[in-house]
């Protein structure tokens, strides 16, 4: 860099006129000037005496240049570099700083660690072989595991309970039993069912690769393709929409494709959005005893709201005890359950919907669905239900979550097989004539 020596600065401060504006504020640059730049020198001069190691750097020349460069109009001087190549100090080789780098010794195994050896004789094709076994490859499935992958695909456990509930409704509804719309009813529930349920993994496959309890789904394991699984949900959903709309009546037909709806447009996106999802999930869970109900007598009655009821305020205690549990894997998987952003509230609707279920059962009779003797006999399997409930909502731990969830799956059985048995009959016209 070029620099002008501060007595040259100061002489020509000497010769200017102190009389004038113009010739105040000139001395008044210059003096500042020369006064920086004799701080600068001495700064310079004090870094070149000190140690090798901590010679002139990148930073010391950026420091010099903020004191010797000014944006302003006044009196500067510029750093300019030198038209001939000049050897930088760190060009220098220090060996006195290569000798205090000290060598990484090299990694050993830890005592017990088995490190197989590399055989020299190993055959090229042997080892060729050997690498591609642990490459990544496609899935290779034959036509015998399909029927398995379809049953995960369609989750089956889930489809088995929809399709009793349906049957529940079939037959305690107060017709005449008709074997033939009994079948195609619970035909087209059990394929709408798998339809909604291959939609909804098909649309949770980033989220399901995230959670122990999903990771080993066919989608996620790649076993089949989203193409194919779409293709089984529709090659299922439209006989099974089909079926219950020639095989029983419309409005059955309608509830089946509006509950593949709700189950697959509704409540799959919400369990990202809201905790509502799960008051949606049980509207879903509703819907196949009423569907039993139309498809038996083609109306919808308050008995088959009452069996909608029943499997509405079931599904809280039985869901969100199963959630307490997994609440790690629907964190992980980001989806919002009540068990995870409000533990207190899964806790009070599991409660309040166990206790709801005695009051549902003294409906039966009332809305002549039941005799009486059903809320008496049903009432120590809720009351039995309700305790558990409230040790839950007591004592939220995984043990008192675990013995609701076992409680909820023989109670609900339980519970649709006394209504059955307390069921209501009725005579036809004819019979009740002849009778009189």
Known sequence: MYKTSCSRLTGVWKCLPCDGLVGVSVQQKLFANAARSLTSARSLIQLCRKNQAEWITFQHLCFLKRQYVKSSSGLCQRARPKQEHVVSVLDVRDDSVVSQVQQIPALKPEPGTVVPPCDPTEP????????????????????????????????????????????????????????????????????????????????????????????????????????????????????????????????????????????????????????????????????????????????????????????????????????????????????????????????????????GLIGLSALGPVLDVTTWTFPLVSLPINLYISYLAFRFYRCGDRQNARKLFFCSLWHLPMLLLLALTCKKSRMPQDEASVAL
């Open 124 to 355: 090229e094709a042997a080892r060729a072989a050997r690498l591609e076994a642990r490459q990544w490859k496609e899935l290779k499935i034959e036509y015998s595991d399909l029927p398995g992958i379809y049953a995960r695909l369609s989750k089956l456990k889930l489809t088995a309970l929809v399709v009793t509930t349906a049957a529940a409704g079939f037959a305690m509804a107060p017709v005449p039993f008709d074997p033939v719309t009994f079948l195609m009813a619970s035909v087209g529930t059990c394929l709408s069912s798998c339809t909604a349920n291959s939609i909804n993994q098909y649309f949770e496959v980033p989220f399901d690769s995230n959670m122990n309890r999903t990771k080993n789904r066919p989608l996620v394991r790649g076993q089949i393709s989203p193409l194919h699984a779409v293709s089984f949900a529709l090659a299922c959903g439209i006989p099974g929409v089909t079926l219950l709309t020639l095989g029983a009546n419309a409005l059955t037909g309608f509830l089946g494709a509006l509950n593949i709806f709700l189950y697959t447009c509704c409540y799959t996106p919400l369990k990202r959005l809201s905790i509502t999802n799960t008051w949606v999930g049980a509207v879903v869970g509703a819907i196949p005893p009423v569907m039993g109900w139309t498809a038996a007598t083609g109306s919808l009655d308050p008995g088959a709201l009452l069996l909608g009821g029943f499997l509405f305020s079931w599904q809280f205690p039985h869901f969100n005890a199963l959630s307490w549990n997994l609440r790690e894997d629907y964190s992980r998987g980001g989806y919002r359950m009540m068990s995870v952003t409000h533990p207190d509230l899964c806790k009070r609707v599991a409660l309040r919907h166990s206790v």
